[in-house]
C-alpha cells in the first residue's frame, strides 16, 4: 500500500499539461457548441487554463519572491469577471430580440 509520503510532489510538467488539458476542453466547448452560455463557460475555462500557467511559472520560478504570476492571474481573473459581466448583459439583450441563445439563429446584423 502506497503512503502519502511516497508520491511525488508535481512538476512543471504536470501543471502545464493539466493546463492544456483544461484549456483544450474549453476550446472544444467554444467551437461544437451553438449555446451562448456554454460558449462563454468555454472562454472562462480557457482564461483559467492561462491562470493556472501563469502561476505554475511563477512558482517553478528560479526567483519566485518576484510576485509577477500572481498579478497576472489576478489580472486574468479581474478582466475574466468583466467579460463575464458583459457577456451576460449580452446573452440577456440576445434572449430578448430573438427568443433563444442559439448561435444559428443569430445571423442578423440588424437591430
Known sequence: MMVLAEIA?????L???FGALFFGVGLAGVL????????LIGVEMMMNAANLNFLAFWHY???????????????????AGAEAAVGLALVIAVYRHFR????DQMNVLKG
Open 32 to 39: 461544437m457548441r451553438r449555446n451562448v452560455i456554454i460558449i
Open 9 to 13: 510532489p508535481p512538476t512543471l510538467g
Open 15 to 17: 501543471y502545464l499539461g
Open 100 to 103: 433563444g441563445v442559439n448561435v
Open 61 to 79: 520560478n528560479p526567483n519566485p519572491s518576484a510576485v509577477m504570476g500572481q498579478m497576472f492571474a489576478i489580472f486574468g481573473i479581474t478582466i
